[in-house]
T-cell receptor
Framework: AQSVTQLDSQVPVFEEAPVELRCNYS??????LFWYVQYPNQGLQLLLK??????LVKGINGFEAEFNKSQTSFHLRKPSVHISDTAEYFC???????????FGPGTRLSVLP | DGGITQSPKYLFRKEGQNVTLSCEQN?????MYWYRQDPGQGLRLIYY???????QKGDIAEGYSVSREKKESFPLTVTSAQKNPTAFYLC???????????FGPGTRLTVT
C-alpha cells in the first residue's frame, strides 16, 4: 500500500516570494506522482505529473516539482507566487500497475499582499 | 467542450433520506471514481468503476451505492445508512487506470 505525507497543513507566504510545498510518500513499489490544485468550492486541477524520465517536472502556472527517489519526495516549488496561487494543493501517488490513487491531506497556500 | 459535470452544486437533505448525486463525463474515459472530501483529510475513495456494469468498493464504501449503466454516467447514492453524510463529493474520470484523473466541480451535500 502507498501513503502520502504533506507535512505542512498551511503555508503563508508573501506575494512574489518563492514557495516550496513538501510531499513525501511511502511505497514498496515504483510509483507515479502528481500534484493537484483546488480553488475554493471547486474540483481538483492537475498541476503536473511524474511518470518517468527527467526528475524535474514542469507544470502549469509556473510550478515545478522534483522527484527524489532516495528521499521518496516530490516537493512542489514556485520561484515567485501570486495572490491567485492561494489555494489548496494535494500531492497524490499511484503504484505502477496499481488501480487507485492515494492523496495526501493537502497544504493550504495563502499568498499575502 | 469536454469535461465532467456534477449536479447539483449544493444539495440539502433531511436525515434518513437517500440522495443521488449525478456525475456525467463526455471525455470518453473508461474509468470513473467517487471521492469524499472532509476538511483536513484529503480525498477518500468511495467507489470506482473501470468499465460499464462493473464497479469496486473503495476505502469508505459503507452507506453508499453506485451504478454504471452507461460509460458517460456514474451516479452515487448516499443512503440513510451513511452515518455522517455531510461532505464535499468529487467525481473523477481517467482514460484508463494508468493515467491521471480529471475532476468535476463537486457537490456539497448537507444533511440535517
Amino acid at each position: 500500500a502507498q501513503s502520502v505525507t504533506q507535512l505542512d497543513s498551511q503555508v503563508p507566504v508573501f506575494e512574489e516570494a518563492p514557495v516550496e510545498l513538501r510531499c513525501n510518500y511511502s511505497s514498496s513499489v515504483s510509483v507515479y506522482l502528481f500534484w493537484y490544485v483546488q480553488y475554493p468550492n471547486q474540483g481538483l486541477q492537475l498541476l503536473l505529473k511524474y511518470l518517468s524520465g527527467s526528475t524535474l517536472v514542469k507544470g502549469i502556472n509556473g510550478f515545478e516539482a522534483e522527484f527524489n527517489k532516495s528521499q521518496t519526495s516530490f516537493h512542489l516549488r514556485k520561484p515567485s507566487v501570486h495572490i491567485s496561487d492561494t489555494a489548496e494543493y494535494f500531492c497524490a501517488v499511484k503504484a505502477r500497475g496499481g488501480q487507485n490513487f492515494v492523496f495526501g491531506p493537502g497544504t493550504r497556500l495563502s499568498v499575502l499582499p | 467542450d469536454g469535461g465532467i459535470t456534477q449536479s447539483p452544486k449544493y444539495l440539502f437533505r433531511k436525515e434518513g433520506q437517500n440522495v443521488t448525486l449525478s456525475c456525467e463525463q463526455n471525455l470518453n474515459h473508461d474509468a470513473m471514481y467517487w471521492y469524499r472530501q472532509d476538511p483536513g483529510q484529503g480525498l477518500r475513495l468511495i467507489y470506482y468503476s473501470q468499465i460499464v456494469n462493473d464497479f469496486q468498493k473503495g476505502d469508505i464504501a459503507e452507506g453508499y451505492s453506485v451504478s454504471r449503466e452507461k460509460k458517460e454516467s456514474f451516479p452515487l447514492t448516499v443512503t440513510s445508512a451513511q452515518k455522517n453524510p455531510t461532505a464535499f463529493y468529487l467525481c473523477a474520470s481517467s482514460i484508463a487506470l494508468l493515467y491521471e484523473q480529471y475532476f468535476g466541480p463537486g457537490t456539497r451535500l448537507t444533511v440535517t
